[in-house]
C-alpha cells in the first residue's frame, strides 16, 4: 500500500530530447510528490515538487505533469542534457508523517 | 549543497561490530529521517526523530536506533552489524508544520560490512 512504481528503469536518450519518467501510487493518503536527483556518491537533492491539487508544475527544463484519478505522475525533462545524466526518483509523502517513500530509480543517460 | 551534514563519509566494519553515524541538521530543522540505499536501489526509510523522539520507523529490526539531540543534530546506532547492512546512509532534515515539506539529504556515509 505504500509502494511507488517507477519506471523505466534506465533511459538513453540524445542531446536535446524530451526525458520521460512514468510513476504510480496506490495510497490515496499521499500529499506530496517531490522528485529527487542523484549524482554517484551523492544524497538525492530535491529537483521539483507537486501536491495532488495541481495537475502540472514546470519549473525550467523540468514538468512534473500530475493525474490524481489515474494515481500517476511523470517527470518530463525538456532539452535534456549530458549534465541531466543521473539517477531520478519518483517519491510520495504520507500527509502529516514525514516519511518519503521512494521510487525504485531511473537511471538516466543523455548522450551528445 | 543543502547544509545538512554527515560524517563520517566513509566507514568500513565487520560483522558483529557496532557503529554510529552522525547527522548535523540544515539550520532551522526541527526533524531528522534516516534512509538506508542499497546499492542501485533506493532510499529505504529507517526512522524519524521529532523534538528529540522517534516519529516514526519503518521496517528495521531494533539494533537499528537513533538519537537526536537538543540540537537536532543526530546520530544512527547500528548494532551487530550484518553483511547485508553495507549501504549508503542518508540523513534528511526537515521542518514538521501544518503541511508537508520538503526533506533536504545530506551527502551520505557509505558504510562497508566484511
Known amino acids: 500500500q505504500q509502494q511507488v512504481k517507477q519506471s523505466p528503469q534506465s533511459l538513453i536518450v540524445q542531446k536535446g530530447g524530451i526525458s520521460i519518467i512514468n510513476c504510480a501510487y496506490e495510497?490515496?493518503?499521499?500529499?506530496?510528490f517531490p522528485w529527487y536527483q542523484q549524482f554517484p556518491g551523492k544524497g538525492p537533492a530535491l529537483l521539483i515538487a507537486?501536491?495532488?491539487?495541481?495537475s502540472e508544475k514546470k519549473e525550467g527544463r523540468f514538468t512534473i505533469s500530475f493525474n490524481k484519478s489515474a494515481k500517476q505522475f511523470s517527470l518530463h525533462i525538456m532539452d535534456s542534457q549530458p549534465g541531466d545524466s543521473a539517477t531520478y526518483f519518483c517519491a510520495a509523502t504520507l500527509e502529516g508523517y514525514q516519511k518519503v517513500t521512494f521510487g525504485t530509480g531511473t537511471k538516466l543517460q543523455v548522450i551528445p | 549543497e543543502t547544509g545538512v551534514t554527515q560524517s563520517p563519509t566513509h566507514l568500513i566494519k565487520t560483522r558483529g561490530q557496532q557503529v554510529t553515524l552522525r547527522c548535523s541538521s540544515q539550520?532551522?530543522?526541527?526533524?531528522v529521517s534516516w534512509y538506508q540505499q542499497a546499492l542501485g536501489q533506493g532510499p529505504q526509510f529507517i526512522f524519524q526523530y521529532y523534538r528529540e523522539e522517534e516519529n516514526g520507523r519503518g521496517n528495521f529490526p531494533p539494533r537499528f536506533s537513533g538519537l537526536q539531540f537538543p540540537n537536532y543534530s543526530s546520530e544512527l546506532n547500528v548494532n551487530a552489524l550484518e553483511l547485508d547492512d553495507s549501504a549508503l546512509y542518508l540523513c534528511?532534515?526537515?521542518?514538521?508544520?501544518?503541511?508537508?515539506?520538503?526533506?533536504?539529504f545530506g551527502p551520505g556515509t557509505r558504510l562497508t560490512v566484511l
Open positions: 539550520s532551522g530543522h526541527n526533524t
Open positions: 507537486i501536491r495532488p491539487d495541481v
Open positions: 495510497n490515496t493518503a499521499f500529499d506530496y
Open positions: 534528511a532534515s526537515s521542518v514538521v508544520g501544518p503541511i508537508t515539506d520538503t526533506q533536504y
